[in-house]
């Protein structure tokens, strides 16, 4: 089974890796078929997954939805992230967290997900135009009323981190990081770790370069999220590629595949940390559990880190209409 840890100090425990459930219905190309999807959340939950991440925004509403029916046999085990911020749930009609919007989503995921409570509640991305105080005073509010468990904060900035946190405990921020993303090492890591805060990595395999197989060559579903992303054009990918080999030559010697290597050194970062990723086959489902328990010595980390460093990486990690969203 999978060890566990705690979300920084909020004594929220969930398994070392969790589930990114936005695949199955949203962002890379066509849905996964329901039936097909409940079997992937559920073998998650066998493999010793007891952490799974959703939100309004995927589908929208559909994600909640298949949530909520694969994990009702099992729901007091297990732990499901949520969240609010865009308006009607749809990322391209901009941010809302005002506290109407913030309760009435609130309320819909707990019928979606078939619930009495959200464990985790994340404020998708900041809203430039509601004062973070504000916000974290309504969830408290939800916290109170016994609707949420714990408050969350994805792609914020550090100071948005500290003026939440005052206001209500932040119990873990949901960014993306990974060995082709190692920007929050800079800042936000430092913060959280002075605040007693978790952290979820998403697209900790980056989207799925790491995994080794995507090339310059691969083409993807016309819906497919990673059409628009400069770090996936085509020239980009054959730049990055030897960021996939150099993991290739340590998951040789670790005799793991390069997801894994790639999970175990995010693990090997903090203790506090707990990637996510998704997946909509179970043979990458269990290639990735599998991660969880490959053990990188201080000299694999820095032969990792070696490598990494001294590679360019090509191409921003988001077009440009959605940079403004991340980090503020």
């Not at 179970?282 to 694999?300: C, F, I, Q, Y």
């Amino acid at each position: 089974m999978i060890e566990k840890r705690e979300l920084g100090k909020s004594g929220l425990e969930v398994s070392a890796l969790g589930l990114g459930c936005m695949g199955l219905s949203f962002g890379y190309g066509p849905a996964t078929e329901k039936n097909e999807a409940i079997k992937l959340i559920r073998a998650a939950y066998d493999g010793g997954v007891t952490f799974f991440d959703t939100a309004e925004a995927y589908g929208p509403f559909t994600n909640e939805e298949l949530l909520g029916e694969a994990l009702a046999p099992v729901r007091d085990q297990v732990v499901i992230a949520t969240k609010f911020g865009f308006k009607n749930g749809v990322p391209g009609q901009g941010t809302d967290s005002t506290t109407e919007r913030i309760k009435a989503v609130a309320d819909a995921a707990l019928q979606r997900l078939n619930t009495d409570r959200i464990d985790l509640f994340y404020q998708h991305r900041v809203d430039p135009n509601v004062p973070m105080e504000d916000v974290a005073g309504t969830v408290k509010d939800l916290i109170q009323q016994g609707k949420v468990k714990h408050f969350g904060m994805s792609e914020a900035g550090a100071e948005n981190i500290r003026r939440a946190h005052a206001v209500q405990p932040v119990a873990a921020l949901q960014s993306e990081y990974s060995l082709w993303w190692r920007e929050p090492e800079k800042e936000i890591l430092p913060t959280l770790e002075e605040l007693g805060i978790g952290f979820v990595p998403f697209s900790p395999l980056g989207k799925g370069f790491l995994t080794g197989a995507i090339s310059d060559k691969t083409e993807f579903d016309k819906t497919d999220f990673r059409n628009i992303v400069p770090r996936f054009t085509a020239d980009a990918r054959k730049a990055n590629q030897t960021v996939v080999d150099e993991l290739g030559r340590i998951a040789e010697q670790k005799k793991a595949t390069k997801a894994q290597i790639a999970l175990a050194w995010l693990l090997a970062q903090k203790p506090w940390i707990v990637p996510i990723p998704g997946t909509t086959k179970l043979h990458r489902l269990e290639e990735n559990l599998g991660g969880a328990s490959v053990k990188l010595t201080p000299e694999d980390l820095k032969a990792v880190h070696d490598a990494i460093s001294a590679i360019k990486l090509q191409g921003d990690r988001y077009p440009a209409q959605l940079q403004s969203l991340v980090n503020r």
